[in-house]
């Protein structure tokens, strides 16, 4: 019986673990939404903040400089985990451990386990369903227009790399493969 209790902790451990692999982080800058003097805004991706402007990459592949001194506001897009993606999780964690916990009652003697898989899943998802329904991932997080905080929101957050071409914002030529020498 210590062993089927034991083989079922290990697994809903590593079931639970599972899901928090350390996401890759993007090398891409940030994309800006910019309120400019005049009611204008552009929005782009952050290349480099030098000490009175901005660098953007706007679509298709064209690059802004922008005076810091016409920017008015700076919005950021900040994507956390949406209501659907934990909704997806809570379904998930509720199916494992549900089972998980219904195999370890099935091992004691004389135990009712009818209502442990429908209890559990049921406590899953009110948890699950609460937190989808106050999720806010997703919505623009305004950042402030000092030079030294977006820059960490860059693609270069020490300034442009020497000999820098804008062509080398953009991606590599489908056509032509790797621009990187290598083969």
């Known amino acids: 019986m210590r062993g089927a209790f ?7 451990g590593l079931a639970s673990g599972s899901g928090y692999a350390q996401q890759a982080s993007s090398v891409l800058g940030r994309k800006l939404d910019l309120g400019l003097r005049g009611s204008q805004s552009v929005s782009g991706e952050l ?3 030098e000490r009175d402007s901005l ?5 298709p592949d064209r690059v802004r400089v ?7 506001s700076v919005q950021a897009r900040h994507r ?3 209501a659907g993606g934990v909704l997806g999780w809570t379904v998930v964690g509720g199916l494992i451990s549900g089972a998980l916990l219904t195999a ?7 135990a009712d386990c009818g209502q442990v898989f429908p209890a559990v899943f049921l406590s899953w998802g009110l948890v699950g369903g609460l937190s989808a329904a106050v999720m806010s991932g997703g919505r623009p997080r305004s950042i402030h227009i000092a030079a030294g905080s977006l820059a960490p929101y860059a693609r270069f957050p020490q300034g442009l790399p020497d000999r820098w071409t804008p062509d080398m914002a ?14």
Do not use: E
């Open 170 to 183: 953009r991606g590599p030529d489908p056509g032509r493969g790797d621009r990187s020498g290598r083969p």
């Open 47 to 49: 290349l480099a903040v």
């Open 66 to 72: 922008v005076p810091l001194g016409d920017v008015v």
């Open 104 to 110: 370890a009652c099935s091992s004691v003697d004389d």
């Open 55 to 59: 660098w953007l990459l706007l679509p």
């Open 80 to 82: 956390g985990l949406t």
């Open 6 to 12: 034991a083989f079922t902790l290990m697994l809903s």
